[in-house]
């Protein structure tokens, strides 16, 4: 029965880690977005999230909580990734529609002719 709970123990402890390799990942995959310059606030909560989270890991009345605070640090990282991802394609969709309008004002003035 003490291998039982020890078994469960070192599944909990690692199905924690996991939770938070995956929210430290989602992080940096934010970070190397942009995310600090399109989605600073949401990128600020899924860094306090997962330091949080990494807090709760390191301590043991807390260490139960951990895996759910890793989760919605992820969750909140996707989202700020996902939201400077929108606002880098948003910016050169403007670029190219820019682009086209010029060429077609040069067509239409018969510039480089």
Known sequence: MAGTFALAGAAQAQDGALELM??????????????????????????????????????????????ALAVRATVDADLARARSDEATATAQLQLRRNEVAQLQRQLATGENR
């Not at 992080?27 to 709760?56: C, H, S, W």
Request: charged share 35%.
């Open 22 to 67: 995956q929210a430290r990942q989602a992080v940096d995959k934010a970070t190397q977005a942009d995310a600090d310059q399109y989605a600073p606030d949401l990128i600020a909560v899924a860094r306090q999230g997962l330091e949080q989270a990494q807090r709760a890991a390191g301590d043991r009345r807390e260490r139960k909580n951990a895996p």
